[in-house]
């Protein structure tokens, strides 16, 4: 397999990611299937698409010729075995909870024909972890998107001990035909590039509000306009998702069983009141839906 070999994608999971990775494949002319088990999610993720692609076109964005083939090129569906159907390539963009990505891995692999790549958008579970639930662990790598999925460049590309030199080199040539600039992992490592060092920032901001030091909005303040970052800290947790900082945590703290690794109580404070950010309408900050 090669990657002109690649038609058709799916995406499994219509959210915040999964809608937007499967537009993208679509506005780079690939056939793409998003599904997703939720009627509601799946509704939610067509009127995306109806409404972005003519913004673009008002703006000058897209033309309308691109626009219509995009529309053309995406479908939605809550059928597992109907998005797969034919599929040359999966990205899977679940909930990060591993007890859920291996059942899923294991459907996929019984569904999908035997040369498709399965791919995870996890941003911490490394896909080894998903690997052996399928009969074809050389074909499962990592493939990371950042939120918003349709406007950041990179893509980590993460290779690991069961990935074959085939399945990586398909998959960073796959993310430059979408449109993105990837980046290779030769191997598996908590967090991967990016996650590593804004996890890093975002515990000490977090520390920094909990002992009193500073206000949220003072530290947002001193990272953007001394650090240079588009945004700060609380403000990138309320897009990325309170819930999802969460999960991580937990699932990290479940694997070690090391108090440290714990989410932080005000993490945990957001989740228990579903304060889970920017797409709820509030998390560390108050947001009009």
């Known amino acids: 397999m090669n990657i002109d070999d690649v038609k058709k994608i799916c995406v499994v999971g219509a959210g915040n990611m999964g809608h937007q990775i499967s537009l993208q494949c679509a506005l780079s002319g690939?056939?793409?299937?998003?599904?997703?088990?939720?009627?509601?999610?799946?509704?939610?993720?067509?009127?995306?698409?109806?409404?972005?692609?003519?913004?673009?076109?008002?703006?000058?964005?897209?033309?309308?010729?691109?626009?219509?083939?995009?529309?053309?090129?995406?479908?939605?569906?809550?059928?597992?075995?109907?998005?797969?159907?034919d599929v040359d390539f999966v990205i899977e963009a679940a909930i990060e909870k591993i007890n859920i990505k291996r059942a899923l891995f294991k459907q996929l692999d019984e569904l999908c024909p035997p040369h498709a790549i399965l791919a995870t958008n996890s941003s911490y579970i490394v896909s080894s972890k998903v690997a052996d639930a399928t009969s074809r662990p050389a074909k499962v790598c990592n493939m990371h998107?950042?939120?918003?999925?349709?406007?950041?460049?990179?893509?980590?590309?993460?290779?690991?001990?069961?990935?074959?030199?085939?399945?990586?080199?398909?998959?960073?040539?796959?993310?430059?035909?979408?449109?993105?600039?990837?980046?290779?992992?030769?191997?598996?490592?908590?967090?991967?590039?990016?996650?590593?060092?804004?996890q890093l920032i975002g515990g000490e901001a977090l520390f920094l509000?909990?002992?009193?030091?500073?206000?949220?909005?003072?530290?947002?303040?001193?990272?953007?306009?001394?650090?240079?970052?588009?945004?700060?800290?609380?403000?990138?947790?309320d897009l990325t998702g309170i819930d999802l900082s969460y999960h991580v945590r937990m699932e990290r703290y479940i694997e070690?069983?090391?108090?440290?690794?714990?989410?932080?109580?005000?993490?945990?404070?957001?989740y228990v009141k579903g304060e889970w950010g920017q797409k709820v309408g509030k998390g560390f900050y108050s947001y009009d839906k």
Do not use: W
């Open 30 to 85: 690939y056939k793409t299937v998003c599904t997703d088990i939720s009627e509601e999610q799946i509704n939610k993720a067509s009127s995306f698409v109806e409404k972005y692609l003519p913004q673009r076109v008002a703006k000058g964005r897209l033309t309308q010729e691109q626009a219509d083939q995009a529309k053309a090129n995406i479908s939605f569906t809550t059928s597992l075995e109907e998005a797969t159907r």
């Open 145 to 198: 998107f950042f939120n918003p999925a349709l406007v950041m460049k990179c893509v980590e590309v993460v290779k690991g001990p069961h990935t074959s030199d085939e399945t990586a080199e398909i998959t960073m040539e796959l993310s430059k035909r979408l449109q993105k600039v990837p980046v290779l992992l030769h191997k598996e490592v908590y967090g991967f590039l990016v996650n590593r060092i804004i």
């Open 209 to 237: 509000l909990e002992t009193g030091v500073a206000s949220m909005e003072d530290i947002d303040s001193a990272v953007v306009n001394a650090l240079g970052h588009p945004m700060g800290p609380f403000r990138l947790m």
């Open 256 to 270: 070690s069983m090391d108090p440290a690794k714990k989410p932080s109580p005000t993490i945990v404070e957001k």
